[in-house]
């Protein structure tokens, strides 16, 4: 699976903060990201899934891998092959 240079097209869109929700496996990367990607590294402040929803409930967009981490997003792409991302609407979007 591509690391976190697959979104450095998104971070330079004016107005975009990446965060990284990443627990475990992964975390390391976002603490020292590929030059010039600015991600905030949140994962080691996250305790269960209820942290998680709060945060989440902060952000106007969810990108993830994490089929887990998606339902709990509002608006969210779930990345199902590197980075081509598979739009979902939210349950009960029209």
Same mark, same amino acid.
């Given at each position: 699976?591509?690391?976190?240079?697959?979104? &450095?097209?998104?971070?330079?869109?004016?107005?975009?903060?990446? +965060?990284?929700?990443?627990?475990?496996?992964? @975390?390391? @990367?976002?603490?020292?990201?590929? !030059?010039? /990607?600015? +991600?905030?590294? /949140?994962?080691? @402040?996250?305790?269960?899934? &209820?942290?998680?929803? !709060? /945060?989440?409930?902060?952000?106007?967009?969810?990108?993830?891998?994490?089929?887990?981490?998606?339902?709990?997003?509002?608006?969210?792409? +779930?990345?199902? !092959?590197?980075?081509?991302?598979?739009t979902? &609407?939210?349950?009960? &979007?029209?």
């Amino acid at each position: 699976m591509p690391g976190l240079n697959c979104l &450095a097209p998104l971070s330079s869109v004016p107005g975009i903060q990446l +965060v990284s929700l990443q627990k475990g496996a992964g @975390e390391d @990367e976002a603490l020292r990201p590929p !030059a010039g /990607l600015n +991600v905030l590294p /949140l994962g080691a @402040e996250l305790q269960d899934f &209820a942290d998680t929803a !709060a /945060l989440i409930s902060a952000l106007d967009l969810v990108i993830s891998v994490d089929t887990a981490v998606a339902h709990l997003a509002r608006l969210h792409w +779930v990345s199902l !092959a590197g980075c081509c991302c598979r739009t979902i &609407a939210p349950i009960g &979007a029209g």
